[in-house]
């Protein structure tokens, strides 16, 4: 018995070799081994890894020597019996051996190489292999997939969330991707509701929508009023409303001033621009407005012009530059200086009521909740220092009513009727009997005290409404002469002076009342202590603020759609004006 | 004579070597150059209420040429497949193609008027910056890959890389054939290391491997001449594979960026054309 070994393997050309060999033996080595029957350079095998018995003269039988299994006809074993006819295949690491019967009765086997020596050697795609096109993801694909999740979910799905029945869930998220920047705080609550101003698909935004909420904001004055007063475009004004119209943007849009998605703030005030288009030169084109040109708070703002309303009913109302000073006749004789000195009487008066150095502006001046005073009154303010106490009776203290002359009249003139002169015990023990001359004087006495005592009240009157009495201190009285109808004249408080404007006392907490107001140096009740507009331009630059000034627009003050004043084309104009002053007369 | 001589000029003119960047004596260099300034003074002079923004008459002038400029740059994905000569060569193309990217840049950014949220209008722009910053990475390594590629090849080519590695690993595995099973068994890993199997990131960090090689050079003890030859090859295979790792790297750093370049257009593309019709879809 014999095996044939029969060794393919290719040359370099492609050409394959075939080499035989014969053992004459009943046992065959198989291994790495140089000594093995059949020497298989392998480094998965063993040295000795297996051995194949010849078991008469059909069968063969392959048993591993090294413990390490092998195949046969695919399957793993350490031990396998091969009939020769018809044969089977055990492969042993990298080589595959064919075991069959050969022509002449003995077993053949045919020893193949079946894997490379090394992973370099097998390697194929030799072009590719330095490049990282092997293992980087398709650039096409790649492009593919990002441009279809982007046009998907920016385009389509907001597109089809817009025009889908706001039932669907979620389709109010679609175009939260749309929005350039977070809605101003009043309108935040339409931050996920884009349809409540853009209502049609590439239609730019119109009034419409502003209005649905905001239903009573009117125009700034009338039409065509309006129109005048717009100036004719230039070149690149022309040029610039051509494009607007061409995209669909007519001019004239409530949007052209409150511009949106500017960030969850306070709604950014209008750019003075759009003012001073129009009032830059408003007097030129139209003569009859009562307005100065305006373009800049610092470079081009007319002086103020308070609306001074006289003491009166109704109250008589003019407006006045602060250049020519005016001043205001309240009804009250009342000097600022008097009352804010620290070394007069008032100062010592207010010492002895507990305040440490002289009155302050504080004392009568209460801020309301809107940024201005409320009124001055007598009660609250005046009265600590000012009293009206006339006197003292049965225990308590007889105070004059304010605010109505007559009543003062009245009261004085009851008061000395009760608290005549006190009757003699005297005069008042039966008949008097004749040469009691002390009863007789007494009797006299008080007969001419009762008969004077209409004297006493009159004079007294007289006394409150004069020079040094209660009411002269802050009054202005009228009276006929030798008359007892004294009449107090009107008194007139004005909260605001200029209903054009908008002023807060309460952002400039951090200024000291005199810095603006002359107070200490007015010493007639008539000066107007308004501040005028170089007071204001020390802290308030217009547009273009130097280093540490305040940006002032025209909308610091401003309001286009203002309701009070008379700005609004509104029909009870007049009735707004006074509303606006806020005047309390008495 | 004349002859002679005029063509010889001719030729040294022809032969001096001369960049995309530095065509035409930075040509598109300058005019981007002087746009970018142009736009930067324009935006700096042109006071637009209540802020600068895209939506402003100059900012929608800069999103217009912004977007042609996109579309123009994205055609020398085209262009390139062509080559000619001359002013409009490709080289010329590309030259503009680098510099008007550049300008792109500038364009861009003023047309955002410095506005960014968390919107497909930022993506768009995020996008942009994304392709511009690796065009300017391929520009770079570009610039400076080639001669490190070469000098770490050596004389090889890349196919020689390979051959070599071959060889190495048919000496190792006949030299390790006397060996017994457990340090056959480690060179036989040694030899099915596969020194290509290396993932985009690993050749792009260009972090080693702690390979089968290197453990097999690690635990192979030389004793006997057998596994004295066998180290030997395996420090000679490791050599080689160090240099093939070096070459992977350079090529994957030389490569990457137009896996990045190339799709991020296609999707800034798609980006620009959501934020296009968004913004006139609600105008």
């Known amino acids: ?586 | 004579m004349a002859t002679r001589g005029g063509r010889q000029t001719r030729r040294v003119t022809a032969s001096r070597h001369e960049g995309y960047l530095r065509h035409a004596r930075f040509r598109w260099a300058k005019i981007a150059g002087i746009a970018a300034l142009f736009a930067i003074i324009v935006y700096w002079i042109h006071d637009p209420d209540p802020r600068p923004n895209g939506g402003s008459v100059y900012g929608y002038t800069l999103g217009t040429i912004g977007a042609l400029l996109i579309l123009w740059l994205t055609m020398l994905g085209v262009r390139k497949r062509a080559m000619t000569r001359g002013a409009w060569s490709l080289k010329a193309w590309t030259s503009a193609h680098v510099y008007l990217g550049l300008l792109l840049l500038v364009i861009g950014t003023l047309h955002t008027g410095f506005q960014f949220g968390w919107n497909v209008h930022t993506l768009a722009y995020g996008l942009m910056l994304f392709v511009i910053l690796s065009g300017i990475f391929g520009i770079t390594v570009y610039g400076v890959l080639p001669r490190m590629l070469s000098e770490n090849r050596g004389e090889l080519t890349e196919t020689q890389m390979l051959e070599n590695l071959r060889a190495i690993d048919r000496q190792l595995h006949d030299a390790a054939q006397p060996l017994d099973g457990a340090r056959a068994a480690l060179v036989s890993a040694a030899l099915a290391e596969d020194a290509f199997a290396v993932g985009l990131w690993s050749r792009l960090t260009g972090r080693e491997r702690r390979g089968a090689t290197r453990i097999a050079r690690a635990r192979i003890l030389a004793d006997d001449p057998a596994s004295t030859r066998a180290e030997m090859l395996l420090d000679r295979k490791l050599e080689m594979l160090r240099q093939v790792h070096r070459h992977l790297r350079m090529r994957a750093l030389l490569e990457v960026w137009l896996y990045v370049h190339v799709p991020v257009t296609i999707a800034l593309i798609a980006a620009l054309t959501a934020h296009i019709v968004s913004v006139f879809f609600y105008w």
């Open chain 1, 1 to 586: 018995m014999s095996f044939i070994l029969r060794t393919a393997s290719r040359a370099a050309t492609g050409r394959e070799i075939v080499r035989s060999q014969r053992v004459d033996a009943d046992r065959l080595t198989i291994g790495r081994a140089p000594d093995c029957d059949l020497h298989l350079p392998d480094l998965q095998l063993a040295l000795l890894h297996a051995e194949i018995v010849q078991h008469g003269a059909d069968r063969v039988e392959v048993i591993a020597r090294a413990g390490l299994p092998f195949e046969v006809n695919g399957r793993s074993t350490q031990q396998a019996i091969i009939a020769l006819v018809p044969g089977g295949e055990v492969q042993l690491g990298a080589h595959r051996l064919t075991i069959g019967r050969d022509d002449g009765g003995d077993t053949l086997i045919q020893v193949m190489r079946i894997g490379e020596v090394s992973r370099a050697a097998a390697t194929v795609d030799e072009r590719n292999l330095f490049s990282i096109a092997r293992i980087a993801p398709s650039r096409r694909a790649t492009a593919w997939l990002l441009a279809i999740l982007i046009l998907g979910a920016f385009l389509v799905w907001p597109i089809r969330s817009f025009y889908a029945p706001s039932a669907i869930a979620g389709a109010e998220q679609a175009d939260a991707a749309w929005s350039p920047g977070k809605l101003s705080l009043a309108h935040a609550g339409l931050e996920k509701n884009c349809a409540a101003c853009h209502k049609a698909a590439f239609v730019a935004v119109r009034d419409d929508s502003c209005q649905s909420c905001h239903k009573d904001a009117h125009d700034h004055a009338a039409p065509e009023r309006l129109a005048k007063a717009t100036p004719v475009p230039g070149l690149e004004g022309q040029l610039r409303q051509s494009i607007a119209l061409a995209f669909n943007r007519p001019p004239g849009r409530c949007v052209d001033c409150h511009t949106e998605h500017e960030g969850a703030t306070a709604m950014a005030p209008t750019p003075q621009r759009f003012c001073s288009d129009c009032h830059g030169g408003l007097k030129s084109r139209l003569p009859d407005t009562p307005f100065g040109n305006a373009r800049d708070f610092v470079q081009d703002h007319p002086q103020f012009r308070p609306t001074i309303a006289g003491a009166g009913t109704p109250p008589k109302l003019r407006r006045v530059s602060l250049d020519r000073h005016p001043r205001q006749d309240s009804g009250l004789t009342f000097p600022h200086a008097l009352h804010l000195s620290t070394t007069n009487a008032v100062a010592r008066m207010a010492q002895r009521q507990g305040k440490t150095g002289a009155t302050d502006c504080a004392d009568c001046h209460t801020p309301d909740l809107e940024g201005g005073f409320k009124p001055v009154s007598m009660e609250a303010n005046c009265q600590s220092c000012h009293s009206l106490a006339f006197a003292r009776s049965d225990g308590t203290v007889r105070t004059l009513r304010h605010g109505d002359p007559q009543q003062v009249v009245a009261e004085l003139r009851d008061f000395f009727a009760l608290h005549g002169p006190s009757r003699p015990q005297a005069i008042d023990g039966g008949r008097r009997r004749p040469g009691d001359f002390v009863a007789a004087s007494l009797s006299a006495t008080y007969g001419r005290a009762i008969a004077n005592r209409g004297d006493a009240a009159e004079r007294s009157i007289r006394a409150v409404f004069s020079p040094g009495g209660a009411c002269y201190d802050c009054h202005k009285v009228e009276a006929a002469p030798g008359s007892l109808n004294f009449r107090i004249a009107p008194v007139v408080q004005q909260g605001h002076f200029m209903p054009h404007a908008l002023f807060d006392h309460r952002p400039h907490a951090s200024q000291s009342c005199t810095s603006c107001h002359t107070a200490p140096k007015s010493n007639s009740a008539r000066d107007l202590l308004l501040p005028g507009i170089a007071t204001c331009r020390t802290c308030h630059a217009g547009a273009r603020p130097a280093r540490g000034q305040v940006k002032s627009t025209c909308a610091m003050c401003h309001v286009y759609h203002q309701e009070g004043g008379t700005i609004a084309t509104t029909p009870d104009r007049r009735r707004r004006d006074l509303d606006a002053l806020q005047l309390t007369t008495q």
